[in-house]
């Protein structure tokens, strides 16, 4: 079904005038489109897409009616705004056809998992490049995205990136780009997380003898209500939770058993297996720009982990 875009699309947005090529348009690259369009940030004709299926830029067309051409190149020529949203592994054959083409004016903006602006910046000899990562959220307007600009990214480049960026949900800058690795861990990955344990709750309610639906059902709203909760009431978790122990009671008896099954362990250990995977993903796409001889320190160690 084609997206209607709003009447006056685009006026006073921060992409008003704004030329968008998006290379690598998979399910990512699709949720910002989708909401780009639907948010009146910019017109269908502003956006020119490449992909390599004719099928997938067939359904493009269709659904958004953007430009659609075949080639990387093509869709990056000309643009203002390049969005990157290839997987990692095909990082290194499409940075080489965009490098021919990358103008200095030009803003990338990727959103490639584990790509470090170092490694974009060389790989694209281009300076001004912003690296973000937002999470699979973002599909509904709901998602969280944390960015990093170069220094060579313009007032006018970041007004940009928070326009496409706020069509997603909510997105925070920083300073410091191994933020952007440590929320590839946290919220990057978060969802991966909370899915996990909303299908052990509800599993854990079917144990108990509900229908799997309304498992389901009371499982989603209380996650829903008890982040709604959490939001609005600005109060530490931890005193949610203590709001709900009665001494002697059913919580204080289920926390103990969470304890002694290690969960905030587990949580904390899983954060750290993904936060050094995406280091060991930065390191890869940077190899080849350097000896990983003199890599330089590499994954960082734990704080308070085992040493030695
Ligand atoms: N999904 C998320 O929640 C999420 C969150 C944060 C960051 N990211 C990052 O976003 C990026 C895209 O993820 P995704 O989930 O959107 O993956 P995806 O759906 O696979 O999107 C990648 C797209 O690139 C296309 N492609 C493959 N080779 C290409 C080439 N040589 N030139 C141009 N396009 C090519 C793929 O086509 P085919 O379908 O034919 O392979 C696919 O449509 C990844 O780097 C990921 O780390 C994703």
Known sequence: MAITPPPDPAAGSPLAG??????GAGVMAEAMLAGIIRQGL???GQVRCSHPRPARGQHLLTTYGVEVVAS???A????DLILLAVKPQALPRVMPELLAVLEPDQLVLS???GASTRALGRGLAHPAVVRAMPNTPAQIGAGVTVWYATAAVTEAGKA???????ALGREFEVADERQVAMATAVSGTGPTYIFLF??????AAVHLGFPRHVARELVLDTIQGSTAFALQSGRHVAELRDMVTSPGGTSAEALAALERGRLRTVVSDAVWAAYQRTRQLEADLEQPDRDRADAGPGPAARPGGPRG
């Open 18 to 23: 704004c030329r968008v090529g998006i290379v």
């Open 76 to 79: 990056a020529r000309g643009a």
């Open 160 to 166: 940009r990136t928070r326009g496409v960026l706020s």
């Open 198 to 203: 909303i299908e052990a709750l509800i599993d």
């Open 42 to 44: 910019a017109t269908p």
């Open 72 to 74: 990387n190149a093509e």
């Open 111 to 113: 959103v490639v998992a």
